[in-house]
């Protein structure tokens, strides 16, 4: 059984599908992830030009149901790793067997909470440089935050922007020395400390622009806008985990963890893929990578280990609703 529906968890569905394993896919609430929220997307291998993130997901839908992946439109509620055949429950009620599970429910990234964000997401307002800084080549951004995400996210948009300016609303970075020093030494950059953003300017007819910022300076509180072309917000993420909390070894944030150059979690027959354990790379390609990753590796699980007691084939047992 995989849940979520992704990148890692179609990918996941394509692989096991093919492999035979008959697996049964819960979509979550977001059916297609989080590329469902974003417009241009230029960096998923294999299209010459730029394909939109809705389209990329229906096509990963389409052919994992093409190869016999069953999809369940539906969130799950509760699993219970304590012993195999986990057991699954979803929101609808419905609750399921599983001798395998590959957990691969994504993560969020944090917002500032701003009405303007949701408008102009995708138009100018990101959380993530390596997503979208290619669309801001010798434009004027603003990266706001102040940990190791901001502090990454900022270097990367140095490599297109023509100016970045980070926005923290303390008067120092909590990012590693190192990444502030190459930070502080660019340029191109300026860091306005003791400064929130407070609301997004910009246009919306034909289409959403962004054109400046309403920034706070915390210590004097005054107001003032502040002309840019764009808006990453690199405040960090949160990983669905809430599922499995207590019962798999999570990091202090939250991931998944896995071991190396593996899908495999504490718990033996539960692998994890995509954003929910990697706080580094969060991408598609990578995503789509450790989901082909976890289907490989629950596959070997399921020849290694003798079905749970009286279970059918493990493959198919997963789509049997019990009590
Ligand atoms: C606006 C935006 C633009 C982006 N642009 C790009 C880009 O251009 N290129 C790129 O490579 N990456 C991009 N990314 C990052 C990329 O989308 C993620 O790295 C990738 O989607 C992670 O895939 P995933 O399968 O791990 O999880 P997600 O895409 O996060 O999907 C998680 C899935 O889990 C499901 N789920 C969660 N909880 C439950 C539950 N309880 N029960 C069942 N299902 C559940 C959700 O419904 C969802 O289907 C972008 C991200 C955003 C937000």
Redesign the pocket.
């Known amino acids: 059984m995989i849940?979520?529906?992704?990148?890692?968890?179609y990918t996941a569905g394509i692989y096991a599908a093919r492999a035979g394993l008959a697996p049964l896919l819960?979509?979550?609430?977001?059916?297609?992830?989080?590329?469902t929220?974003?417009t241009?997307?230029?960096?998923?291998p294999g299209f010459a030009e730029a394909v939109q993130?809705p389209w990329l997901m229906d096509q990963m839908r389409e052919q994992a149901e093409h190869v016999g992946c069953e999809l369940v439109y539906d969130?799950?509620?509760e699993v219970d790793l304590s012993e195999r055949p986990f057991k699954i429950r979803t929101e609808a009620g419905d609750a399921f067997l599983a001798d395998t599970l590959v957990l691969?429910?994504?993560?969020?990234?944090r917002w500032l909470g701003l009405e303007a964000e949701r408008v102009f997401?995708?138009y100018g307002v990101?959380?993530?440089a390596?997503?979208?800084g290619y669309f801001f080549r010798g434009k004027e951004v603003v990266v706001v935050g102040g940990g190791n995400t901001a502090v990454e996210e900022a270097l990367y948009l140095t490599g297109h922007a023509t100016k970045v300016t980070v926005v923290h609303r303390r008067d120092r970075f909590r990012a590693e020395q190192v990444l502030q020093d190459r930070l502080l030494a660019n340029p191109i950059v300026s860091v306005l400390w003791n400064h929130v953003v407070e609301d997004i300017v910009g246009t919306t007819d034909p289409t959403p622009v962004v054109t400046a910022l309403r920034l706070r300076d915390l210590g004097t509180g005054t107001a003032r806008e502040m002309p840019t072309d764009g808006l990453f917000v690199a405040i960090g993420h949160d990983p669905?985990s809430a599922?499995v909390r207590g019962q798999l070894d999570l990091d202090e944030a939250g991931y998944v963890k896995v071991a190396p150059w593996s899908t495999r979690t504490s718990v033996p027959g539960v692998f994890a893929?995509?954003?929910?354990c990697d706080p580094v790379f969060?991408?598609?390609?990578?995503?789509a990578g450790m989901?082909c990753m976890a289907a490989i590796e629950a596959g070997r699980f399921l020849s290694e280990h003798a079905p749970s007691p009286s279970s059918e084939p493990a493959g198919t047992r997963a789509q049997a609703p019990v009590a």
């Open positions: 849940i979520g529906s992704g990148p890692a968890g819960v979509t979550g609430l977001t059916p297609g992830g989080q590329l929220t974003t241009d997307v230029e960096n998923y993130g969130a799950v509620a691969a429910m994504g993560a969020q990234a997401s995708g990101s959380a993530c390596t997503c979208d669905s599922l893929a995509g954003d929910i969060r991408q598609a390609i990578t995503s989901g």
